[in-house]
């Protein structure tokens, strides 16, 4: 596995380097490094040209409501967490090199 590298405004991942979202939060240099994919109409908070996922970096604590307010995905909307391919919620602590996906409800029928 290709490890990120973190500085407070960009993170790499493979080798490639991509900035972080704008931190409502102080950055530093010790930060944990996550890999955030977004599906559905969740990707509406990405950056434009983004493809869904995306390395980011945030204070160790942090928890996927930190998460969720750093993406700017509001409280009340419904959401539904994967770490490392396990449920989770909002209160679950996130640690360095997590996976973490995020789905929208299913609609239609």
Do not use: C
């Not at 973190?6 to 931190?23: D, N, Q």
């Amino acid at each position: 596995m290709i490890e990120p590298t973190a500085s407070p405004l960009v993170l790499e991942w493979a080798g490639l380097p991509m900035p972080a979202y704008p931190s409502r939060v102080a950055a530093t240099d010790h930060q944990i490094r996550l890999r955030v994919t977004l599906h559905a109409d969740l990707r509406k908070y990405l950056p434009r040209r983004d493809s869904g996922s995306r390395a980011l970096g945030l204070p160790p604590g942090s928890t996927v409501a930190d998460l969720l307010r750093e993406l700017g995905i509001s409280e009340s909307e419904i959401v539904t967490v994967g770490i490392n391919g396990e449920l989770a919620q909002r209160d679950a602590v996130l640690n360095d090199n997590d996976d973490v996906a995020m789905f929208s409800p299913m609609e239609g029928g």
